[in-house]
């Protein structure tokens, strides 16, 4: 699976941007999606997942309420909305896949097999 993460850019706080990861090489009706966001001099953090049928999503609790993480199987594509920006959602954000596995939705990075590679949401103050 390719996975290749657009939408990121610029944004005052207190705004909204639209990620997109599109999928090729696989369907990703069987994934289970993730997204992740590593900011500078920080480790790799998790932000949202979604279960293949899109019925369950997960959170950090820095962005619930925020953000919400959506799916569409028929145009292979995985979308985080982001609203009410802050200066410290500032991050190169990651898409990350997995085989979905007896509906488990991990929420660590290291459980998931495929990664996109990035783009970079800057949130001014």
């Known amino acids: 699976v390719q996975l290749q993460a657009s939408g990121g850019g610029l944004v005052q706080a207190g705004g909204s941007l639209r990620l997109s990861c599109a999928a090729s090489?696989?369907?990703?009706?069987?994934?289970?999606m993730g997204w992740f966001r590593q900011a500078p001099g920080k480790e790799r953090e998790f932000v949202a997942a979604i279960h293949w049928s899109g019925g369950s999503t997960y959170y950090s609790d820095s962005v619930k309420g925020r953000f919400t993480i959506s799916r569409d199987n028929a145009k292979n594509t995985v979308y985080l909305e982001m609203n009410s920006l802050k200066p410290e959602d500032t991050a190169v954000y990651y898409c990350a896949a997995r085989v979905s596995r007896y509906g488990y939705v991990p929420q660590n990075g290291p459980q998931y097999d495929y990664w996109g590679q990035g783009t970079q949401v800057t949130v001014s103050s």
């Open positions: 090489g696989r369907t990703l009706s069987n994934y289970v």
